[in-house]
C-alpha cells in the first residue's frame, strides 16, 4: 500500500484541539502468498525488506520486499 501525505498533519477541532488528517492509501501491488491466512509474520531487524512468514498450510516462507525507500 502506497500512501500520500495530506497537506496538514493536523487541524483544529471546533474546542481548539489538534486532530490528525488522514492521508489517501491506494494499493500498488497484491501477491498471493498461500493458501491459507499467514499467522505469523516478522521483518528482519537489519536486512531491509527481508521478512518470514507462516501460515495455517504449515509452511514457512521468507521473502524479499523491494522498493520499499520509494515513499
Not at 34 to 38: D, L, M
Given at each position: 500500500m502506497g500512501s500520500n501525505y495530506p497537506m496538514q498533519r493536523s487541524v483544529k477541532d471546533e474546542e481548539g484541539l489538534a486532530k490528525g488528517v488522514v492521508g489517501k492509501v491506494e494499493c500498488l501491488q497484491d501477491k498471493i502468498v498461500?493458501?491459507?491466512?499467514?499467522s505469523c509474520f516478522d521483518w528482519h531487524h537489519d536486512k531491509e525488506g527481508l521478512c518470514v512468514m507462516g501460515s495455517y498450510d504449515q509452511t514457512v516462507r521468507v521473502c524479499v520486499v523491494t522498493k520499499l525507500n520509494k515513499f
Open positions: 498461500s493458501t491459507q491466512p499467514v
